[in-house]
């Protein structure tokens, strides 16, 4: 019989407070700053998939897999914005890899090579490598002949990056080289009893926070899941109806696509979506290019409301503000909207593959 499988997810200091404690944010910014949407416009026409890892300069919560028999750990990210799964190996050549776990292929019984490349752009530098197979373990769940990403270079950014790398977790239609990603391998094995997985994002502390891979969990939220249907089955795409404060139309207006990404932390949109929102809070721009406002006005600021399917889901100041630094948590793409870990902290979250919907509900 199978159950579901439990992944504990630590939340960590990210990318951007790391840099900001250092002195450096101004500078990664003028050479990094991009849009956080690129990573969603892979063309699959050649061996590069251009998934910027700037969109994960903000992401707190890691898991740990292990990839080999016998198991090589490793820090990732579950990234439902992105479907490959990739780690540094000992052969990386880049002094990015050199304080990350790194798998061994000669190390491992099980694992299998192949020729084909892989390479992921971002910024002025990317990450090379070649396809390798391999079991891959995730929680109590064996997956084997795994495809995942053997690293052999990183750009010097990676370095200050506190994890090792991605595990995707999106539709398989958006995979480098249509390679089957994790999940789909874990419910074609028959390791799951749902076609689903779910992820509860914790507000404080490092612990609490769990992605269930087959499964849902009603002790983490209240009331019912409302269900929305995905409007494109290559991300977790969906269709908003608008965003408000008070009741008005801030963003949004007429409706508009956004994609649950548990990859990005901040909630990002269009330019005048984003600027109408800026200015609805108060929010003026610093000279990095982020908005802050008013410290002592957090307290008072209205909730913001996304409005999805019929269905309200207000997100308060204190969860759109970053309060350490009274900066907003909105970000600009050119694309669409992404509802990342700031939204996701509010509601616990539901993707279903077998319904091709997304359930969401307050957490308690």
């Known amino acids: 019989m199978t159950r579901a499988a439990r992944i504990p997810l630590r939340k960590g200091k990210s990318l951007m407070d790391r840099l900001r404690e250092d002195g450096s944010l101004d500078e990664f910014l003028k050479v990094y700053a991009m849009d956080p949407a690129s990573k969603y416009f892979a063309s699959f026409d050649s061996d590069v998939v251009d998934e910027p890892m700037t969109n994960h300069k903000d992401a707190t919560y890691f898991g740990v897999i ?59 530098g990317s990450m090379t490598g070649v396809i390798g197979y391999d079991t891959v373990q995730v929680g109590s769940l064996v997956v084997t002949e795994q495809a995942f990403g053997v690293c052999t270079t990183e750009a010097p950014f990676f370095h200050k990056m506190p994890y090792d790398g991605i595990l995707g977790m999106a539709y398989p239609q958006d995979a480098h080289d249509r390679a089957t990603p994790v999940f789909d391998n874990m419910w074609n094995q028959g390791l799951l ?51 408000t404060m008070n009741g008005n139309v801030i963003a949004c207006d007429g409706g508009c696509q956004a994609i649950v990404d548990t990859g990005t932390s901040l909630i990002v949109g269009s330019a005048s979506g984003v600027a109408s929102i800026q200015n609805a809070i108060g929010a003026t721009q610093n000279s990095n290019g982020h908005y802050q406002v008013d410290c002592d006005s957090i307290s008072s600021l209205p909730d913001i409301t996304f409005n999805i399917n019929g269905v309200g889901y207000p997100v308060p100041a204190s969860a759109y503000i970053n309060e350490k630094h009274c900066t907003s948590n909105f970000h600009v793409t050119t694309r669409f909207w992404i509802l990342g870990d700031v939204f996701i902290r509010q509601y616990y979250t539901v993707f279903d593959r077998a319904a091709n919907a997304v359930g969401f509900a307050p957490t308690v």
């Open 66 to 124: 292990s990839i080999g028999t016998p198991p090589q750990d490793f820090t990732v990210i579950f990234d439902t914005g992105s479907a490959n799964l990739w780690v540094p190996s000992v052969y990386c050549s880049s002094s990015a890899c050199l304080n990350h776990n790194r798998f061994d292929p000669d190390s491992s019984s099980t694992f299998q090579y192949t020729n084909d490349p892989i390479a992921i752009h971002y910024g002025t």
């Open 193 to 243: 009893p749902e076609d689903l997985f779910s992820v509860y994002l914790s507000e404080d502390g490092d612990s609490g926070s769990v992605m269930i891979l087959g499964g849902i969990d009603s002790s983490y939220y209240s009331g019912d899941l409302n269900w929305v249907p995905v409007s494109r089955q290559r991300y977790w795409q969906i269709t908003m109806d608008s965003i």
